[in-house]
């Protein structure tokens, strides 16, 4: 019994460090210097990256438009700004409300990550999930059911798989 729960415990952590290694090595330097200049600019940026395709996102939030990036290996091949109508959403972040996304957690799925000021505090996360799922789900969180919204309206997820 003590070896099975072993094997289990041991598979488990496997599976979680792996998941950690692909986290770094999807997210391309390319990626994250134009995600850390977003940031530092609009003092928030997001991204996604599908795991499937070498195709990534990187937006961001300014006063009145949204910035938008598509890569492709590292390489920008396409930027576009659109009229931002929303993001009050943005200050509606809230820690307690992350683990809603939880139930579209997959490890080798898509990844979702963002970066913003909150309260005066960096605000950092990486959510590896089925996309797919994600876009389905309605939540409690305000928070994530913007980021869904804009999404969608934007596009992104159409060009990720």
Known sequence: MKVKVCCIFGILHMLVMLSCSMTGNLYNNENRRL?????????????I?????SVSFVWSYSEKKISIYKLSNGKLIESKE??????????Q????????????LELDGDLLGFKLKYDN??????????L????????????LNGMISD????RLNGNLH
């Open 35 to 47: 995600f850390e200049r977003l940031y530092k600019s609009n003092g928030n940026a997001f991204y």
């Open 49 to 53: 990256k599908s795991t499937n395709i």
């Open 82 to 91: 659109l009229p931002d109508t929303k993001s009050n959403w943005l200050d």
């Open 93 to 104: 972040f809230s820690k307690k409300e992350l683990p809603e996304a939880d139930s579209c």
């Open 121 to 130: 505090s960096l605000v950092q996360n990486d959510l590896p999930i089925n």
């Open 132 to 143: 797919d799922c994600f876009l389905r789900k309605k939540l409690k969180s305000v928070f």
């Open 151 to 154: 999404i969608k309206v934007i």
